[in-house]
């Protein structure tokens, strides 16, 4: 799934944002000049033992808290995935980027709360070098996600 595309075709408003590669989150923010709290980190979760993977939308400047992501979803123990891991599930994407839509990836999708704090959302689109910016609404219109407080 292109980002961008997917996007267009859903008539949605939103900034492509094109910068010097990142590699983490925070580094995002700060190469983007906006707050850890307005980029959306996606991590990758591995539940049930590894039958079910799980995408979860946290704030850059916040950590997830493994046990309040896995009373949330109610699977036992939950880890993180490894980069390999996203890779294998985000084809279209360069290794170690991993869009905020679990949807289009066939996953569930979680959001920590204090996400919708914020009116806008920015986030890696599929590439290193290439960010989005938009309405944190839209986002929740699309993604249908689970909105609960995991991170910490």
Request: aromatic share 8%; proline share 4%.
């Amino acid at each position: 799934m292109n980002v961008a595309s997917f996007l267009q075709e859903r008539n949605c408003r939103f900034e492509r944002m094109s910068h010097q590669p990142t590699y983490s989150a925070q580094r995002l923010a700060h190469e983007l000049h906006v707050t850890g709290r307005e980029v959306a980190k996606t991590v990758l979760l591995r539940a049930n033992g590894g039958d079910q993977y799980v995408v979860a939308v946290l704030p850059a400047s916040k950590a997830i808290d493994l046990d309040e992501a896995s009373k949330l979803l109610g699977k036992g123990q939950v880890q993180l995935a490894t980069e390999t891991e996203v890779a294998n599930h985000c084809l279209d994407c360069e290794f170690g980027v991993l869009p905020p839509f679990g949807t289009r990836y066939g996953m569930k999708t979680i959001v920590d709360t204090s996400l919708a704090d914020d009116e806008q959302i920015v986030f890696e689109g599929n590439t290193h070098d290439e960010a989005v910016r938009m309405a944190f609404d839209d986002f929740v219109q699309l993604e249908d996600p689970l909105i609960a407080p995991f991170a910490a």
